[in-house]
């Protein structure tokens, strides 16, 4: 979080391989300042790019991951790097009950606040007020991306070390509070 405050940096924090590609390409053609990318230790999966969006839309610091049933989302998730996952968990179950979800992910918020108005309002609709952004790290910030009714799973206290899992399940950062969260909107 400290790093995405600094000015003129650009952060970095892609879900999978695909976007690690694409943030490399990015770090080594940007010459207007410094870009840091923030890599995960997990073990994750690859996204299946065969059934969801391209990796290419990382350029543009957040892109539609997922896109809601009937492409009219009810519940908007946002998130980055290895939570990514745990979003998609939480996306998949919450369209199974019937409460159609848009994934955004968020590898960059620099480049993100670059992008034309249109493409911004295109991926978070101004007009949708239910969101939830997720964070395993500091939830600080995230109320400009998930606006004033919007809410964020995060971790806003330092100093617990134990593996990801452990962690992530101590901590709520896991799809089943995620879509406990969501509930709590009674968007369906």
């Known amino acids: 979080m400290t790093l995405r405050a600094i000015p003129n940096l650009v952060d970095i924090r892609p879900a999978d391989a695909a976007e690690t590609a694409i943030a490399w390409k ?14 995960t ?21 957040a892109y539609i991951l997922a896109e809601a049933t009937g492409n009219n989302p009810q519940l908007i998730l946002i998130a980055s790097g290895s939570e990514v996952h745990t979003a998609l ?17 968020m590898p960059s918020w620099k480049l ?28 600080f910030g995230w109320s400009r991306w998930v606006g004033e009714n919007g809410r964020v799973v995060g971790i806003d206290h330092f100093g617990a070390s134990a593996p990801s899992e452990v962690l992530y399940e101590r901590f709520g950062i896991t799809a089943e509070e995620i879509v406990a969260l969501a509930h709590t909107y009674s968007v369906k």
Request: aromatic share 4%; glycine share 8%; hydrophobic share 30%.
């Open 26 to 39: 990015i770090a080594m053609e940007r010459t207007g300042g410094p870009t840091f990318l923030s890599l």
């Open 41 to 61: 230790r997990q073990k994750l999966p690859p996204i299946d790019r065969t059934k969801l969006s391209s990796s290419e839309g990382a350029r543009r610091g």
């Open 89 to 105: 968990e939480a996306r998949s179950q919450l369209e199974e009950e019937g409460i159609a979800t848009r994934l955004v992910s």
């Open 112 to 139: 993100f606040e670059e992008q034309e108005e249109n493409y911004q309002d295109k991926v978070l609709p101004p007009d949708n007020n239910f969101r939830i952004a997720v964070e395993a790290g500091s939830t």
